[in-house]
Structure formats: structure tokens, C-alpha cells
């Protein structure tokens, strides 16, 4: 992003400005981790923002080196199809982000974006594919929490991941 919170993208893409607050989100969220915290919460009410603060923060996690794969968890295919359009709309680098929701991890992705109970494919594409460090955004968390085999999913992601933004 900018200094002015514009998402600088290619000619073909919509230049998306943050919001004051996901601005500041950011700018609290990213230090706290070059400090060692490892989850970050993002917490406001919805249609606010969350899903783009949180990929731009993990963007940004990814130009510093600390990572080189975004896993993103959300409970069903309409927020998997959200997730992977907010992507879609983002850059990496100058450069277009490779995001994937399909079931065949492609090699070359920079974004995984699955549901809670596709997790189990994503952890057989992990075991076929060397990564520097995973960045794991976990999205509507309260469904995790409330459901074992969903929370297992997201407790064995945060294992292997360097940060969560929550």
C-alpha cells in the first residue's frame, strides 16, 4: 500500500483504498508480529473490511520475506469464493497474486484459500510442497470454536503457520 492506504495494482485491477481503521489494524498488527507475537485478531462488525485488512496484512508479511504462502480458512464456498476474489483484486510485489481455491494445489500459489472442512486437503498439498513459512488467516472464527472438527483443522494450520490473523 501506499502512504495514503491506496493498494497499487496493474492497469487491469481496481485500485482499492483502506479504510482509516484498516489502516491502523495494520499498523498495529504488523509490528506486533516482527516481535515474535504469532496470532493477531481482527474484530469489527460485518461488511466493514476484515477480509481485505487481513490480506493486505498478509501481503505485507510475505513482501518482508516472512513467509511464502497464505492459507486462508473460511467456513463455506460462498466465503471461499469472497476470499478468493479479494485476492484476486490485490497484487504481490507489482505483481498479480496467485490464488487458488481448487482442491489441486497448484505449485506456484501464493494463496490457498479453503473451507474448515477442506482443510484435509491442504495439509496433504502441504506435504508435496517446501514452504518458507505459511501465513494463516483464519476467517469467521466463532465456527471453528463451536465445532470440533473445524477447531482441530485450525489448531493443526497454526502449528505449521508462522502468524495467524484471526
Known amino acids: 500500500t501506499s502512504q495514503h492506504g491506496a493498494i497499487s495494482s496493474n492497469q487491469h485491477r481496481l485500485i482499492m483504498k483502506l479504510r482509516k481503521w ?4 495494520i499498523n498495529a498488527c504488523l509490528p506486533q508480529f516482527a ?3 504469532k496470532l493477531f485478531v481482527i474484530e469489527a462488525c460485518t461488511g466493514s473490511g476484515k477480509s481485505l485488512c487481513s490480506a493486505t496484512a498478509a501481503l505485507k508479511l510475505i513482501e518482508s520475506g ?28 507489482g505483481k498479480r497474486v496467485n ?7 497448484p505449485i506456484d500459489a501464493n494463496v490457498w484459500v479453503s473451507t474448515y472442512a477442506g482443510y484435509a486437503k491442504v495439509e496433504e ?37 508462522e502468524h495467524g490473523i484471526f
Open 66 to 93: 516472512k513467509a511464502d504462502l497464505i492459507v486462508v480458512l473460511t467456513p463455506n464456498c460462498g466465503t471461499r469464493l469472497g476470499w478468493k476474489k479479494t485476492f484476486d483484486s490485490l497484487s504481490l510485489n
Open 22 to 25: 484498516q489502516q491502523q489494524a
Open 99 to 105: 490464488v487458488t481455491d481448487d482442491s489441486n494445489f
Open 125 to 161: 498439498g502441504l506435504l508435496n510442497r517446501p514452504v518458507s513459512g505459511i501465513i494463516a488467516i483464519i476467517d469467521e472464527f466463532h465456527h471453528p470454536a463451536d465445532t470440533a472438527e473445524w477447531g482441530n483443522a485450525v489448531d493443526r494450520l497454526i502449528a505449521l503457520c
Open 35 to 37: 516481535k515474535g507475537r
